[in-house]
């Protein structure tokens, strides 16, 4: 079994203590490697090379900066297989799916090295006396902190974002799935990049990620993840009115008026509810469908979901592959039982698969609950799994939009209809910070995205993300003399 280390000023590191834990292929159960367990004094060595790199990081220009960028990008395309193989044995993902996302990773960074530059600062009108003028400059040291659902992405994600605007960097990858994030720390300890610029510590939340949010040297907290997680993030972290930049959980309506296009919709809804085994913030989370199309639309969903190719994620057949860990399996079942107790209706799915190949791994088989009540569990509380929530039929479309925005979750929405007025009155109603109308999807860096209410606060990607990563600065000088 190979040896992980921690990626601290640019060396490899154990944990102080010299304590590992295991990783764990969910779709096997085999025991793949051995990684640090960090602690609060590990957090704080890569806390203490960030803030001492800062000054010779802040020093080099914007084309120095985005060289470095240009020099990471290729370095994962150049390094693509192995990071790809990472995720299919750490996390799970089906290998098509890996392959298919990873140039999204590199790409952020040659996106980073171009839009950093654009994104400069302004002069404000004042009398012929003053300048008045406004810099856009990083925060400093940031703590990256990233889930376990993309585990590659969101971290390249992040790095690319805090890099580009030119902060120095701490990664602190989910416990469960941190492979390929230390993979990138080695992979980019060859490059040339000061030390202590980018930094990779591994450990819990509870200990290495509270040591960084609470850090007063750490400036900048962006977070992905539970929102649980993010609101305790936003205690700790005001201690020291730290900057934040979280991108929390969702509970995302699906809402099929009665002129959609019910194939579209079926289709769409049965592969986004399965992408990733449904452990994506943007999963559906609630199908609201007029009752005209009710009937059809469960139908149809059903034979579109006993369609989905389960198995082991390394196999190109694979659409779909386990959930993360037994815990999680766990976790997603819990959902699955309080569904039935509450009276949703089960119409496909539910049990464990227990036939070889799949009675080992952590599967969970897609599943199908109709019926479902505003107010039952399943229909208010992020499932992160395979496991649809087609909710009660609905007749007007006043009823589903206030039925849409009665979750305390904001993050995306969907709307199915060929009227375009209607998809625009119901884009401006819905309380989510994106609106995706008949399947359109969106993501990547150029795409703002980020939630309303408890779904978070700021974006990831696009120049609205890069802002968070920065902070604006006005000078104003006396220019009479
Ligand atoms: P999580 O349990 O909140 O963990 C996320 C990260 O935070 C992990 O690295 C975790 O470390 C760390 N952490 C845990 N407790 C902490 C604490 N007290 N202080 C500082 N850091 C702490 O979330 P998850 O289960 O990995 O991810 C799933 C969630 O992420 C879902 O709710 C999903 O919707 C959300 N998500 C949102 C988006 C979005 O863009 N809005 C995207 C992807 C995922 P350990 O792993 O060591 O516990």
Not at 124 to 141: C, F, K, Q, T, W
Not at 150 to 170: D, E, H, Q
Not at 259 to 272: E, I, P, Q
Not at 445 to 460: A, D, H, L, N, R
């Amino acid at each position: 079994m190979q040896n992980y280390k921690m990626w601290i000023d640019g060396k490899p590191v154990d944990a102080l203590s010299g304590k590992t834990y295991t990783a764990v292929n969910p779709a096997t159960e085999e025991e793949i490697a051995n990684v640090p367990l960090g602690d609060k004094a590990d957090a704080e060595r890569a806390v203490e090379a960030a803030y001492k790199a800062l000054p010779n990081w802040l020093e080099k220009s914007r084309a120095e900066r985005s060289q470095i960028m240009i020099q990471i990008a290729v370095a994962l395309r150049e390094n693509a297989e192995e990071l790809i193989n990472l995720e299919i044995i750490d996390h799970g993902t089906p290998a098509g799916i890996a392959r298919g996302m990873y140039p999204q990773g590199a790409h952020g960074f040659e996106w980073g090295a171009q839009v950093s530059g654009e994104m400069t600062g302004d002069v404000i009108p004042s009398d012929a006396n003053s300048l008045m003028y406004i810099r856009r400059e990083p925060v400093g040291v940031s703590a990256l902190i990233t889930p376990w659902n993309f585990p590659l992405l969101m971290v390249l994600t992040k790095l690319a974002t805090s890099l580009a605007m030119g902060n120095t960097c701490i990664v602190k990858p989910p416990s469960i799935n941190s492979l390929s994030a230390l993979k990138v720390g080695e992979i980019l300890a060859k490059l040339d990049i000061p030390p202590g610029v980018i930094n990779f510590v591994t450990g819990s939340g509870s200990t290495v990620g509270e040591a960084l949010v609470t850090d007063p040297r750490v400036g900048l907290v962006a977070f992905t993840g539970s929102c649980e997680t993010g609101k305790r993030i936003m205690e700790l972290a005001s201690r020291t009115v730290k900057r934040l930049q979280l991108e929390l959980g969702g509970k995302n309506p699906v809402i099929v008026l009665e002129d959609a296009d019910l194939d579209g919709a079926v289709g769409r809804g049965v592969g986004s509810q399965c992408f990733n085994t449904g452990q994506v913030c943007a999963s559906p989370g609630r199908f609201y469908v007029h009752e005209k199309l009710y009937d059809e639309f469960v139908e149809k969903f059903v034979a579109g979901a006993k369609k989905v190719v389960v198995g082991n994620p390394a196999d190109p057949k694979t659409s779909m592959g386990p959930v993360v860990s037994a815990e999680h399996r766990d976790k997603v079942e819990r959902h699955i039982q309080s569904g039935i107790e509450e009276g949703a209706k089960l119409v496909l799915g539910g049990e464990r698969p227990t036939e070889p190949p799949l009675d080992k791994g952590y599967y969970v088989m897609p599943t199908v609950f109709t019926n479902v009540k505003q107010n039952m569990k399943i229909a208010r509380e992020e499932i992160f799994g395979p496991v649809a929530c087609i909710m009660e039929p609905f007749s007007s479309e006043d009823e589903v939009i206030d039925l849409a925005n009665d979750n305390t979750f904001g993050l995306c929405a969907t709307v199915w209809t060929k009227d375009r007025a209607k998809a625009i009155r119901f884009a401006n109603e819905l309380q989510a910070g994106v609106i995706f109308v008949n399947g359109s999807s969106g993501a990547g860096t150029e795409f703002p995205w980020g939630g309303f209410k408890e779904s978070g606060i700021g974006k990831e990607g696009s120049k609205y993300g890069l802002q968070d990563y920065s902070q604006v600065k006005v000078v104003a000088l006396d220019i009479s003399q």
